[in-house]
């Protein structure tokens, strides 16, 4: 079921009218549903269904909305993150320590302490030198902490460059073949507890052999290492699973997902973790958005300047991403145009030549899809304010990011006496 319908010709996300939302928040204003979150998180924790005791930790980076992560706590959820601020989150929305993971390349020393003071579950160890950083830190403190360590075993994942992070010339991971002599030297390290492998090869995967593929490398570094005499009871499948960002598009399913991932580890003997992020958020939010007004473009479509810009969604310009984008109330009516943002680079384009529904200035619409890595990614380019977001459940909504005026962020600002 789907929390995003028409209903008497007026797009509702669950009960509540989107032009209700604008009315009160204004525009451009990122929109979740409650439902959807929890739906996605129930489909996925049931794909997973024929594996003992999975462990799943959500990808803040995504969506590190403060609300949207109670949303997942209160399913169970433990958290991936990749900075400070966002292990500051998790904690500050529910998540238990113990279900939070600790990725990223590059892990400050600041980062490793609160890490290790916040008694996270897992770091996940992206090279020789952080590991001995780390061990350092935990050895100082008279602490063990727990570790997998991630591996990059050079799988294409074909998607886009920019979010494909399991080639050998990627930065993350250490190589798969010097990885079991990292991990020796690295379980030999005082307080160090090394339990485990991780990968993660890339976002919005279309196809589930790449990760088949990945899975196998890991589950023959898993057979070396014990080999080799070393534990190994946990390994961490990472993120990664695409959405459908078009009507159209077929993505592999959490079920389809699950069995493969069920059948490739049947053997390993670990607990397995994974660290979903787009696949529970990105369909569960949209960008509300009014246009502003219609530009004549010499003979081509017309140009539809909306409200929201390359600031606030910052996929398109950044990847070339296509979002669906629809009206609030269309008419029935369709037409031909180019849509884009006011900022002041040709980057600020949404879409060109689309076939949308039709639409003039002061209607609004939507672009769909855009729960995950969305606000989260916005900037204050051209000093436009952060965007508002909302969270919906049921017929009540709740404003759970203010929007950040332009003079809010003036006022971090000073000119010096001297000037
Ligand atoms: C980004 C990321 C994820 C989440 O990826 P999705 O494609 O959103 O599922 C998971 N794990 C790590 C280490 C990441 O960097």
Not at 9 to 27: Q, S
Not at 124 to 150: F, H, K, P, W
Not at 175 to 200: E, F, N, Q, T
Not at 351 to 373: H, K, P, W
């Amino acid at each position: 079921m789907d929390h995003f319908q028409l209903r008497n010709g007026i797009l509702h996300v669950e009960d509540v009218p989107l032009p209700a939302i604008a009315e009160a928040v204004g525009t451009p204003v990122y929109v979740y549903s409650r439902a959807t979150l929890v739906r996605h998180a129930q489909v996925f924790r049931d794909g997973l269904s024929g594996l003992s005791d999975p462990h799943i930790a959500f990808a803040v980076k995504s969506n590190p909305n403060l609300a949207v992560l109670r949303v997942l706590a209160k399913e169970g959820f433990g958290a991936d993150v990749v900075s400070g601020g966002e292990l500051t989150r998790a904690l500050a929305a529910g998540m238990k320590p113990a279900d939070i993971v600790f990725s990223g390349v590059g892990k400050t020393h600041a980062e490793l302490v609160q890490g290790i003071e916040a008694g996270i579950g897992q770091f996940n160890i992206e090279s020789e030198e952080e590991g001995y950083e780390l061990s350092a830190i935990a050895q100082d403190r008279g602490v063990r902490v727990a570790c997998a360590l991630r591996v990059n075993p050079d799988v294409d994942a074909r998607t886009h460059e920019k979010i494909s992070t399991g080639k050998r010339e990627n930065k993350f991971g250490v190589p798969l073949d010097r990885a079991a002599s990292i991990y020796a030297a690295l379980a030999d390290k005082p307080g160090l507890d090394m339990r485990g492998v991780a990968v993660h090869i890339g976002s919005q995967l279309g196809d589930l052999e790449p990760l088949e593929t990945a899975f196998g490398k890991l589950g023959a570094l898993i057979a070396e290492l014990r080999g080799k005499g070393q534990s190994v009871t946990h390994a961490d499948l990472g993120g990664g699973l695409g959405v459908p960002y078009r009507k159209d598009e077929v993505f592999p399913t959490p079920a389809e997902y699950g069995a493969m991932v069920a059948r490739v580890t049947a053997d390993w003997s670990v607990r397995l973790s994974f660290e979903p992020g787009r696949v529970i958020a990105g369909n569960a939010g949209v960008l509300l958005t009014r246009v502003i007004r219609s530009k004549r473009s010499g003979n081509g479509p017309p140009f539809v300047i909306v409200d929201a810009a390359m600031n606030d969604l910052a996929r398109p310009a950044m990847y070339g991403a296509w979002h669906d984008f629809d009206a609030v109330q269309p008419t029935g009516e369709r037409m031909t145009a180019h849509i884009v943002g006011p900022i002041c680079e040709t980057g600020d384009t949404f879409a060109m030549d689309r076939e949308i529904d039709a639409i003039g200035a002061g209607d609004l619409a939507v672009f769909r899809t855009a729960g995950a890595y969305g606000a989260t990614m916005a900037s204050s380019y051209n000093s436009r304010g952060y965007v508002a977001e909302v969270l919906v459940d049921g017929d009540r909504f709740a404003v759970v990011a203010d929007r950040i005026m332009p003079h809010s962020i003036m006022d971090a600002e000073r000119v010096p006496e001297w000037l």
